[in-house]
């Protein structure tokens, strides 16, 4: 890990190390955030387990311009009101995902929306653009800590689980984006932050509501989400498949099995198997059987957030 200045060959080391698959921080005008190319499955799976995070929440997708966001989301009028009011700038957009898109499914957390912003910060916009890609970026700091607002708090708290910090200095806002939901008929912020919702009214000519359940105090921000959930009951911790099931394997060691199975990892790899969840889930869920027997996946590293999405795919909604 290093930190650099961000100059223009910095960037484009760090643009290069992106297409390569490598994780990089980088400030944005609200907070530094953890960036990996959003069409790469185990980058964004590296991001999950750099952070410690014990679940798979979508993540903010980070586009340079209208044009980019357009060609992974569909933008209604009154998102397009408000990414032509506050973009670039600290508005992250929820809109319905476009089918065909080259993001991977576990940036959005196997759900049918994405996340997009096009951030207000001249370093962001000089990466992006050298990237040539999309790149999904939380914070940068572990799971449960403050976001990072300079450089050396990223290295402090990510030490070498990212392999470079692009340094510019403070960010200017220091608070996270607001996040609205635009994916249906009537716009919510899902998040408070750096857009005020007074801001959001006035673009919209109508007041904007605090999503109910961001109001309630839920017992962490994944609460507030609705969960791809498959439509074919889950059993988890199978150790041998019932007649009709598929198979979501992991490991080498397969029990006996006639139907369809998809094996989240033949090596055993927790990185490969995050990767590959929300993909082998759809594709499971596809296929027609009756039931999924899952084969038991260790409780380590990404393991916890990997258990901890099945445990609620296997929830009768
Ligand atoms: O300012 C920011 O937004 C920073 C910088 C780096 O851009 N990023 C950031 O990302 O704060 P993160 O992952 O820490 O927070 C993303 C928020 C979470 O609350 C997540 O639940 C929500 O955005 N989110 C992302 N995709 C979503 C989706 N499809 N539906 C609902 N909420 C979503
Ligand atoms: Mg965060």
């Known amino acids: 890990m290093g ?26 005008e609200t907070v530094y955030g953890l960036g990996a190319d959003a069409s790469n499955a185990r980058a964004v799976a590296a991001v999950f387990a750099a952070k410690d995070r014990p679940r798979f929440n979508p993540l903010i997708v980070h586009v340079p311009d209208l044009a980019a966001a357009a060609a992974l989301a569909e933008f209604s009028d009154s998102a397009r009101q408000l990414a032509a009011a506050f973009w670039p700038g600290a508005l992250s957009l929820v809109l319905p995902r476009r089918t065909g898109s080259a993001i991977a499914e576990l ?38 800590h403050v976001s990072p607002t300079t450089a ?26 607001t996040v609205v939901d635009v994916s249906g008929p009537s716009p919510s912020v899902l998040r408070l932050g750096g857009v005020a919702r007074a801001a959001l009214a006035d673009a919209l000519g109508r007041p904007v509501p605090v999503a109910a359940a961001a109001t309630s105090r839920p017992a962490s921000p994944g609460m507030l989400l609705r969960h791809y959930a498959p439509a074919t009951p889950l059993r988890l911790e199978a150790g041998a498949v019932e007649t009709g099931e598929a198979l979501l394997a992991f490991g080498a060691a397969l029990p006996p099995h006639t139907g369809p199975v998809f094996n989240l990892s033949a090596r055993g790899d927790l990185l490969e198997a995050a990767a590959n969840l929300f993909a082998g889930l759809r594709r499971l869920d ?26 609620r795919a296997a929830r009768p909604a």
Not at 132 to 141: L, Q
Not at 165 to 177: A, K
């Open 152 to 177: 050396e708090h990223v290295a402090a708290d990510l030490g070498e689980r990212v392999c470079m910090v692009l340094d510019d200095g403070p960010t200017p806002l220091g608070l996270e984006s």
């Open 3 to 28: 930190i650099e200045k961000a100059s223009p060959e910095a960037i484009e080391r760090a643009a290069a190390a992106l297409a390569a698959g490598r994780l990089i921080a980088f400030p944005t």
């Open 107 to 144: 940036a959005t957390a196997g759900l049918n929306t994405i996340a997009v912003r096009v951030p207000a910060h001249a370093t962001a916009l000089a990466l992006l653009r050298a990237a040539g890609r999309p790149i999904a970026a939380p914070s940068a700091n572990r799971s449960g």
């Open 286 to 311: 596809g296929a027609g059987a009756a039931g999924i027997a899952v084969m038991p996946i260790p409780e380590e590293g990404l393991g916890e957030a990997i258990n901890d999405r099945l445990r």
